[in-house]
């Protein structure tokens, strides 16, 4: 593989939600802009893989959720760092460009886990094109499913401190009981007044009426594997005060009218204390 060649599966993906961040982008009433977006799509313009995502990204039914889901993250990151937390995690980041174009307080680190090849990739494309980060970057290269905390804390992790944590596009490609241990160690690792922001599908998602939506996903090589309904309890099980939308919710959609299918729910929870449930 060379230096600046996408890995293939849940990359592809990865090059499918900046291909949308990068065409929300271009909107004069754009939710954001994403200048990483636009050097990668730079980058790969005359790969096959661009040409196969154009044809995912036309096929699809979500772009307004995508817009939708990205300005949610930010605007929840964006208030967690005002309130001082300058811990930010990521797992799964993927080819996210919120360390270039959000704004982060002086001393912010901002911690991004993913897959050995995909944290080399996004590595080389900063690096060629010199985009300036707005945050001190610690990538670290780690397997969702083995023992990510450490390799984590070694790259200088303080679970001393409050920290905003960023589980995005990620809970649907893990089983239920990975998605678990994934929820367990984040808890772990979290000091109270931690913030956490993740999304996951709706179970209708895995049934018959979520069929296309999973086509399109499997045409990139990857595959949705759960589903879930029940965050907020979910959540509150480990002693985070939770609130759920629809990614189609109105309250949450800045004007942009968002299909039903797909049907995935955003979450944001503040960490009370370990296992602590409410009275």
């Known amino acids: 593989m060379s230096q600046l060649d996408i890995p293939m599966g849940v990359g592809q993906t990865a090059v499918f ?3 949308q961040r990068h065409a929300e982008s271009q909107k004069p009433d754009a939710l954001f802009r994403d200048p990483l977006a636009a050097l990668l799509l730079n980058e790969l313009a005359e790969t096959p893989t661009l040409a196969h995502v154009r044809e995912v990204a036309r096929r699809a039914n979500a772009p307004q ?3 939708v ?3 949610y993250f930010d605007d929840g990151l964006q208030a967690a760092m005002r309130a001082g937390l300058l811990q930010v995690v990521t797992l799964a980041a993927g080819l996210d460009g919120r360390t270039a174009r959000l704004d982060c307080p002086p001393g912010t680190r901002w911690f991004e886990l993913d897959l050995p090849e995909m944290i ?3 590595a080389a494309l900063l690096q060629s094109r010199g985009l300036p980060l707005h945050c001190e970057w610690r990538p670290v290269a780690a397997d969702l499913r083995s023992d990510w905390p450490s390799a984590l804390l070694e790259a200088g992790f303080d679970a001393e401190k409050p920290t905003a944590w960023l589980i995005e596009g990620l809970l649907m490609y893990l089983s239920a009981e990975e998605g678990d241990a994934v929820l367990q160690r984040v808890t772990e690792l979290s000091a109270p007044g931690s913030r956490l922001f993740l999304e996951q599908l709706q179970e209708l998602m895995m049934s018959e009426e979520g069929r296309a939506a999973r086509a399109l996903v499997e045409s990139q090589g ?6 879930k309904d029940d965050l907020v309890p979910w959540l509150d099980g480990m002693g985070w005060s939770a609130t759920q939308y629809s990614g189609d919710d109105l309250s949450i959609g800045h004007g942009r009218s968002v299909s039903k299918i797909p049907a995935c729910w955003v979450a944001s929870a503040t960490l ?3 296992g602590v449930r409410p009275a």
Do not use: V
């Not at 990857?222 to 589903?227: P, V, Y």
């Open 65 to 67: 959720y995508f817009a």
């Open 272 to 274: 009370r204390d370990k």
């Open 69 to 71: 889901r990205t300005r």
């Open 120 to 122: 080399q990739f996004k």
């Open 222 to 227: 990857a595959c949705w594997l759960s589903a």
């Open 17 to 19: 939600i900046a291909w």
